[in-house]
Nanobody
Framework: QVQLVESGGGSVQLGGSLRLSCLAA????????VDWYRQAPGKERELVAG???????DYGDAVKGRFTISRDHRKNAVFLQMNSLKNEDTAVYYC???????????WGKGTLVTVSS
């Protein structure tokens, strides 16, 4: 079993910054494969920051250059630093892990980020 718990969401002004945290527990092969997705109202869930493999991370086009994923392996934590926030960044942000051996996706409950002008 895998448990993912997000925190750090809230309301922020246009152009501001926010840092999300995800505490991971359970049968996770590598913290580098825990990543972030988001879902805006009325839209599909989309990738924000993917797994980090060979020191490379794929970011969604909408967040490239503004968002950065990082990990603290001692704390089993994954962070998402979000800068220069835009109205369209308003969404529920989810921590995610895929168990490729079992073909199971694990999701946290999400944390809401609201950007207002």
């Amino acid at each position: 079993q895998v448990q993912l718990v997000e925190s750090g969401g809230g309301s922020v002004q246009l152009g501001g910054s926010l840092r999300l945290s995800c505490l991971a527990a359970g049968n996770i092969l590598s913290l580098n494969t825990v990543d972030w997705y988001r879902q805006a109202p009325g839209k599909e869930r989309e990738l924000v920051a993917g797994p980090t493999l060979a020191d490379k991370t794929d970011y969604g086009d909408a967040v490239k250059g503004r968002f950065t994923i990082s990990r603290d392996h001692r704390k089993n934590a994954v962070f998402l630093q979000m800068n220069s926030l835009k109205n369209e960044d308003t969404a529920v942000y989810y921590c995610h892990y895929r168990d490729y051996a079992r073909g199971i996706n694990y999701w946290g409950k999400g944390t809401l980020v609201t950007v207002s002008s």
